[in-house]
């Protein structure tokens, strides 16, 4: 009985799902600029059975896929490379080997080579790598024993090497991995004293690793730009920081060659937790005598045209009354969080896309009655992200536009993008993306014009056959793909109206137009 009145009082509180009929009429009747769904496949693979990671290859509109799945009576899982083209249809299936004890870490590529990272689950410090080259199907496998390695947080390919950023007892360094003669070496130009972050761009233009750090006194904060060469050699290094009272909290470096080096990031006041809004810097115009940066520019989230979008607009009005007299009074600071993206080359310079978070925490604790807890305990609970801004630079670093998508606070146990870019094929818009359940959210932006913010059209589990619907969605995720497509991938169990339920591991292709 007690049971049966927790599910009333949750169907109550949160309501019923879409219907089968709602979600026809969904699929039949799509909001407008609704993305299209042409192709869509499914691996017969269940959740707990199972586990697959998609690496995209948009130079060829491909996709690998590292599948690993158990083995009935087995003590070791079986792992193959799979191959999809464009159209998601089977090219080949590659076996791979993994030496026992060894579990899956990063994956990535430097087309037409897919590398994939295992790491000893007992010896952490002992690698293991498979290279794949994805014309031909060849496998390359390379050990490695680092003698001192722990989390990896991120793993990238430069010329066929592989830049692993790891922790290193209270420090985050790379190592470097080279697959041809099999030596590795951490990097002691990249060593930095947890929690300063870094971003990486491994930028196949310019063929240079490009690293950012951020670095306090305790007081302010400044940027440490470093560019390597493929093999790790430091090329060059130059400090970026503000004459004001502003500190530079974490940036993005522009991929390219030697003549374009836009650094895009975000600023504080005062407290670093929290970001005040963007500053950009063309870092090829160089510095005065005095050592500033004529170049540096700052954009206050309280002056972007968007940025308030999920306030209702009268308490935005509210709001930027109460901002404008802090302002005046020199009282006006902002606590927000941004996750950045890598930027990405648009129309003659470039878009910046960041996502707004905020970490949340649960309360364990005994009280008595409806007292409140006496002796209670704060857990980390994951991060909740709540809109993503999108603004256009131009190559010098001009703020053009901004805009705003505002989602569903999404959460998530680590701090990893939600939201995915594709530009569209007038090459004036953008789509903007994510993966809700079993609902695509989006939103078309053109600059700053206004547009919706809660579009969304069902993911199809059919092509054919719409009597069917996904009765639940996990392990999700959306990666751009080639062009105007996305490629969404993940778990699902499918109801069949009259047939035999299934679960799949689906991929489904997402086109705008």
């Known amino acids: 009985m007690k049971h049966a009145l927790l599910a009333l009082l949750l169907l109550w509180l949160v309501g019923p799902g879409p219907s089968l009929a709602q979600r026809r009429a969904r699929l039949l009747q799509p909001p407008a600029n609704a993305p299209a769904q042409p192709l869509r496949l499914e691996l017969a693979l269940e959740q707990f059975t199972s586990e697959v990671h998609v690496q995209v290859l948009p130079e060829d509109s491909s996709a690998v896929l590292l599948v690993e799945k158990e083995n009935t009576g087995a003590r070791r899982s079986q792992v193959s490379f799979q191959k999809l083209d464009r159209k998601l249809q089977l090219s080949w299936i590659k076996q791979l080997d993994v030496p026992e004890g060894y579990d899956f870490a990063a994956i990535c590529a430097e087309e037409p080579m897919v590398y994939a990272l295992f790491q000893d689950n007992l010896r952490e410090q002992r ?153 950009a810097t063309d870092l090829a115009a160089g510095v005065t005598p005095t050592g500033s940066r004529e170049s540096l520019r700052f954009y206050d989230f309280f002056n972007f045209k968007h940025f308030f979008d999920f306030m209702h607009p009268a308490r935005e009005a509210r709001f930027r009354q109460r901002g404008t007299r802090r302002r005046a009074a020199g009282q006006f600071r902002l606590h927000y969080r941004l996750l950045m993206h890598d930027l990405v080359p648009f129309q003659n310079g470039y878009v910046l896309v960041a996502e707004v978070y905020y970490p949340h925490y649960r309360f364990n604790g005994y009280g008595y009655g409806y007292t409140r807890f006496m002796n209670s305990t704060r857990g980390f609970d994951g991060y909740t992200t709540t809109q993503a801004i999108v603004c256009g630079f131009d190559r010098h670093g001009a703020l053009l536009w901004d805009n705003t998508f505002v989602l569903k606070d999404m959460q998530q146990s680590e701090l990893l993008p939600t939201v995915r870019l594709c530009p569209l ?89």
Do not use: C
């Open 127 to 279: 690698l293991w790598t498979a290279a794949l080259n994805s014309r031909t199907g060849e496998i390359l496998t390379t050990s490695f024993d680092t003698k001192s390695s722990r989390d990896i947080y991120e793993l990238k390919a430069l010329a066929g090497n592989l830049f692993v950023t790891v922790q290193v007892e209270q420090h985050v360094t790379v190592l470097l991995l080279n697959l041809r003669t099999g030596q590795q070496q951490f990097l002691p130009s990249v060593y930095e004293e947890i929690p300063a972050q870094l971003t990486f761009l491994a930028d196949s233009v310019s063929q240079r690793a490009k690293f950012v750090v951020s670095q306090t006194n305790g007081v302010k904060s400044r940027l440490q730009v470093k560019q390597l060469s493929p093999q790790g050699q430091l090329l060059r290094t130059e400090y970026v920081q503000a004459a004001s009272d502003r500190g530079l909290l974490t940036a993005q470096m522009s991929p390219g060659d030697t003549t374009e080096r836009l650094l895009t990031g975000t600023y504080t006041l005062r407290d670093p937790r929290y970001s005040q809004g963007l500053f």
């Open 425 to 513: 094929p007038d090459g004036q818009r953008l789509a903007l993306a994510y993966l809700d359940d079993d609902d695509i959210h989006y939103k078309v932006v053109d600059r700053t014009v206004t547009s919706p913010n809660d579009l969304s059209v069902p993911l199809k589990t059919s092509l054919t056959m719409p009597a069917e619907r996904p009765t639940s969605t996990s392990n999700a995720g959306m990666v751009a793909w080639y062009g105007n497509r996305l490629l969404a991938y993940g778990y699902q169990h499918v109801r069949v109206e009259q047939g035999t339920d299934r679960e799949v591991f689906f991929l489904n292709a997402i086109a705008f137009e």
